[in-house]
């Protein structure tokens, strides 16, 4: 046997058998060809000689050229379009705000206050413990009734009434108002100001001593004074005076103020014979409903609620309730007040009164208050923005309501393109509202507040129903912009 018979190492294979032979075997060497090495690409970065061959090419440089170009139009085109956005939209400018034409007024007699409270001086205290409480609810100034006596002279205007307490509390109550932030107005309202010597002379011309006594208030930090139209101290050369007095203790932040009570129905025109360019009265406060000795039927405040709203005047507002109504629309009125032009003027409700018992009417009466002087304080068109009545005819009432029934009264204030409708139903039945009312108003709006406290999201116009008694405040959109 030969000595590589089988075997099947490394180097050899079996060689085929060759015809005719017998037991014989043949092994050759297997050939493996050897790959051919690989040429390896060496890859580099072009150098700055062949960058600016690429990119200077002409295919390039045009490319480049219209890329350029087409930036430029852009953003040319979209600069015109925003300048033509600007010119052509509306654009409200707001005229700064004198600090009483922002506050909210609060008009408190002290004496009807510590009779509720407690007995004596120790109502003082009382009063200035509730007033950061009054601050937080957004009211910005008090206007202090009753401090002195109708027939008391000018030469005792320093002094207050024994059922008051002392001057020295009274000092204390303007310091701590004025910690607490709140303005405070004294009312001289049927105080009899002129002096032995003035009704000799010339009653129209104050005395030394009242100019005295505005000196000595004024300096304990009181904020203005309110008169009445009918007193003897409305007259330009008393004012006049009062404004030469005011101005040595005027700021910019504490600007003294002159109120005037409005009695009349027009009121009486001061003859500035000097053409004097001098504001004479700040503040004029308007009643909404006329005094009367009974109740106020719905049809009689539906009417005197429609005339003022149809009336303008060119001294800033302050707006009141005055007469006497039902317990029923004291809300309705309270939103109205809030909602008008011009600067509120609340007065004093046990409703509000922080140390009595909350009941559910109290807390809703409270809550009511905060929601219209918050909102009114954050709203620009509530604050500052413009008026427009929108009259209701009786045949676009619901005919859910009888003939005999007030009809809704509503308007509008607006700022820019921020709208808010207030409608007030002061009947006793149910009004809904009808879709060609208004076709110019957006159909949907959100609840800002409710006498009811009770409506909350978003609302249409053309399926409202207003309950008895009941004001709504709706801020509107379009229609798809509110989520």
């Known amino acids: 046997m030969p000595l590589n018979a089988g075997d099947t190492g490394y180097g050899s294979v079996p060689a085929p058998r060759l015809s005719g032979s017998v037991g014989g075997s043949e092994s050759a060497p297997l050939l493996i060809p050897e790959p051919e090495p690989e040429t390896v690409k060496q890859w580099r970065p072009m150098s700055k000689q062949e960058l600016e061959v690429a990119a200077g090419g002409p ?25 033509a956005i600007i010119v052509k939209s509306p654009r409200p400018v707001a005229t700064p705000l004198k600090w009483w034409q922002k506050s909210l007024f609060y008009q408190l007699q002290p004496d009807m206050f510590m009779e509720a409270q407690t007995e004596g001086s120790g109502g003082i205290n009382v009063l200035c413990e509730q007033l950061p409480y009054l601050r937080s609810l957004g009211i910005g100034a008090l206007i ?10 000018p030469l005792n205007l320093t002094v207050t009434g024994e059922s ?11 310091r701590e108002s004025n910690k607490a932030g709140l303005k405070v ?42 008169i009445c139209d009918t007193d003897a101290a ?25 109120v005037v009570k409005q009695t009349r129905d027009v009121l009486p025109p001061l003859n500035n014979s000097s053409k004097i360019n001098v ?40 707006w009141t309730v005055g007469g006497k109504a039902s317990h029923d629309l004291k809300k309705l009125l309270l939103v109205l007040m809030m909602t008008l032009p011009g600067s509120p003027t609340v007065q004093y409700d046990e409703e509000m009164d922080q140390t009595q018992d909350k009941e559910k009417m109290k807390r809703s009466a409270v809550a009511l208050f905060t929601s219209l002087s918050h909102s009114r304080a954050r709203e620009e068109a509530l604050l500052y923005g413009s008026f427009t009545f929108l009259p209701f005819n009786t045949s676009s009432n619901s005919t859910l309501s009888s003939p005999t029934s007030p009809p809704i009264l509503a308007f509008l204030r607006s ?10 139903n002061v009947g006793p039945e149910l009004h809904a509202l009808d879709p060609a009312w208004a076709s110019s108003l957006p ?25 008895p008694h009941e004001a709504i405040v709706i801020k509107l959109f379009e229609a798809g912009s509110y989520s």
């Open 164 to 174: 008051l307490g002392t001057l020295t509390q009274i000092e204390h109550l303007l």
């Open 144 to 153: 202090l009734e009753g401090l002195f006596n109708k027939e008391v002279s």
């Open 415 to 424: 700022w820019g393109c921020v709208h808010f409708l207030i409608l007030l």
């Open 279 to 318: 504001t004479l009265v700040d503040l004029v406060m308007r009643s909404i409903l006329p005094t009367s000795p009974h109740l106020l039927s719905a049809q009689e405040v539906a009417d005197a609620i429609e005339t003022h709203l149809q009336t303008t005047g060119d001294i800033w507002p302050s």
């Open 443 to 467: 159909e949907a709006g959100v609840y800002v507040t409710s006498t009811g406290m009770d409506r909350l999201g978003s609302t249409s116009l053309y399926t409202l129903e207003l309950r």
């Open 234 to 258: 409305y007259s330009e050369k008393t004012l006049l005076v009062w404004r030469d007095v005011f101005k040595e203790f005027d700021s910019e932040e504490g600007e003294r103020i002159v």
């Open 59 to 83: 295919g390039w440089r045009k490319v480049r050229f219209y890329l350029v170009l087409l930036f430029w139009l852009a953003w040319v085109a979209m600069l015109a379009t925003s300048i």
């Open 185 to 226: 107005v004294l009312d001289f309202c049927e105080v009899d100001l002129l002096g032995p010597q003035d009704v000799a002379d010339e009653p129209s011309k104050p005395s030394e001593t009242v100019q005295h006594a505005l000196r000595f208030w004024l300096e304990q930090g009181v904020a203005g004074f309110s």
